[in-house]
């Protein structure tokens, strides 16, 4: 189950990345195909089709974190791929991404998932990894195009303390 937060700035997400640095626990690349065919991810030297489920299953909800109110929107669906034994089609639309995943701690109940890619001589949307500056890299930046939290259906429960003490630690190094 993914967790979106529907009104969290990208931006101010990317401006606050250097937070998290300590809980990074895994970091790969991938390359997404978009086709006729649909959605391929290539990571590592294996290649994977996108299924779409076939009902979308979603669900909004408030939660509200000292003075800020933020919309969840909890994705029910689980994402499946199916590996790729044949090619790829000829014409598609790549695009290169950098998956970063976050845990507080081995036994989180969740995970923070950030995707985004590099781009030159951007001056926005900057975060050095090593350094912890607002600066470009070899004239590169981060840029956040997405992110979301991940648990188990069973884990997710707003009326867990421990539940809401994470998620809430989260939003407080985000923002």
Known sequence: MKIHIKNMDLDNLSNNLFNLEKYL???NEIIELSSDMGIFIIQNTHCFLLQNPEKEQQKNINH???KNEYELLLDLNDEITTKVQSQIPCQYISNKKTIMNYK???KSLFTLVIKGK???N???NTFLKKDKKFAT???RTFVVTDFYFECSETDF??????????FNMFLSLLN
Do not use: A, C, M, R
């Not at 429960?157 to 994470?166: A, I, K, R, S, Y």
């Open 157 to 166: 429960q707003l009326e867990n303390p421990f539940f809401v003490d994470e």
């Open 137 to 139: 890299q070899f004239g």
């Open 25 to 27: 626990v895994k970091e």
């Open 104 to 106: 507080l701690s081995k």
């Open 122 to 124: 951007i001056n926005t």
């Open 64 to 66: 509200k974190y000292g």
């Open 118 to 120: 590099y781009e030159k």
